[in-house]
């Protein structure tokens, strides 16, 4: 079972394993959608879960605003953890985690991801990534949203004044915003959508209540981290796998009973794709709801979890199945068009926009 550990207490080795990994993937391992790199094909993918080829949004989308938010995002987290191992021929390399409720200084200090060893430092007058394994002239954004033509790796760290559109975040989450949004019931509730009725994935997302959480993050980091293509900057993963190390503490509470996904099968009203049994697009097939719901049955644990009670023991749990293929390549038609894929809450809004973060 692979660990997947704190980034900040990664060794150097650890670090440099990771990053290097990374790389592989973005320039010796192959596109299997027909792209430049294999890196490139999970930017694509999660573009393309937002947004229809003619640059709309989709309606409803296949990972966000919806109950597939957890597994969608769990399955595209293990198959680029899966691919890593392959690239490095190291099949206990795992996805760090950034836990942004404790380490939250932009600059590189220790316990910082935004270290030179990890994921760099930008340029305090141009936000561009200047340091680091993902530095300018090194790390080439590809795959762009329609109307960006921007290549460089851009990140704003809290520092607004580097967004002129749209919704800005000068602070992370805090604790207090994680602890409740893990009291938070049920995992999703009709009409399986944003803002409607308080649930935990709508309020780890970030549509509902205080905190903001997940979309908070990507506003926070800014720059590569604001379009549909946000996986163009490696933190996105560390990120969603702190998201993802969160849905398993919310679905493993500290003594009291485990916790289920909903919309269960032929829940009517529920978007395709999101309900347990259906299969989760692009993939389809095999790759379900259900399939990305048991974190041990896909064999990864989190480093600070309490001792899991029946580890390997789950011989009728479904073993996730790795998509070795996207059937189709997604052309993309794009007009210009300012889209805003992540947004505050209207309880962080109505306290005041940006600041406000209790
Ligand atoms: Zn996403
Ligand atoms: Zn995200």
């Not at 003619?54 to 919806?66: E, F, K, M």
């Not at 099949?91 to 760090?96: T, Y």
């Not at 990140?155 to 004044?161: Q, T």
């Not at 590569?224 to 490696?234: H, K, R």
Request: hydrophobic share 35%; net charge negative; glycine share 8%.
């Amino acid at each position: 079972m692979n660990v997947r550990k704190n980034q900040a207490s990664l060794t150097t080795g650890e670090k440099t394993a990771f990053v290097n990994a990374v790389l592989k993937l973005k320039t010796t391992v192959p596109s299997q959608i027909g792209l430049t790199n294999r890196y490139d094909d999970y930017v694509q993918i999660h573009m393309d879960s937002m947004m229809l080829p003619d640059g709309s949004d989709r309606v409803p989308g296949w990972a966000h605003r919806g109950p597939a938010f957890g597994p969608w995002h769990r399955a595209l987290l293990r198959n680029l953890e899966l691919d890593l191992q392959d690239a490095a021929g190291d099949p206990n390399l795992s996805l760090p985690y950034w836990d942004w409720t404790v380490n939250q200084s932009p600059d590189a200090v220790v316990g910082s991801p935004w270290t030179d060893d990890f994921m760099g430092q930008m340029d305090p007058t141009t936000d561009v990534v200047k340091t680091g394994p993902f530095r300018q002239g090194v790390w080439v954004l590809n795959v762009r949203q329609m109307g960006i033509s921007d290549t460089m790796l851009r990140r704003a760290l809290g520092r607004s004044v580097f967004q002129t559109t749209g919704t800005t975040a000068a602070t992370l989450p805090t604790p207090t915003n994680v602890g409740n949004a893990l009291l938070e019931t049920p995992y999703d509730s009709p009409a399986w959508s944003v803002g409607a009725a308080p649930s935990f994935r709508d309020r780890i997302e970030g549509w509902h209540g205080p905190g903001s959480i997940h979309n908070r993050v990507h506003l926070w980091v800014g720059g590569s981290m604001l379009p549909s293509t946000s996986p163009n900057d490696p933190i996105f993963f560390l990120h969603h796998c702190n998201i993802d190390r969160l849905w398993a503490q919310w679905q493993h509470p500290s003594g009291l009973p485990s916790r289920n996904y909903v919309p269960i099968a032929g829940t009517v009203g529920a978007p395709d794709g999101h309900r347990l049994t259906d299969a989760m697009k692009p993939w389809g097939g095999a790759v379900t709801v259900q399939s990305a719901t048991d974190h041990h049955a896909m064999q990864y644990k989190y480093d600070d979890e309490p001792g899991v009670p029946h580890p390997l023991a789950l011989p009728h749990r479904l073993a996730f199945p790795k998509w070795q293929h996207v059937p189709q390549k997604y052309e993309h038609q794009h007009h210009p068009m300012q889209m805003f894929m992540f947004d505050l809450s209207p309880e962080d809004k109505a306290a005041g926009g940006h600041a406000r973060n209790q």
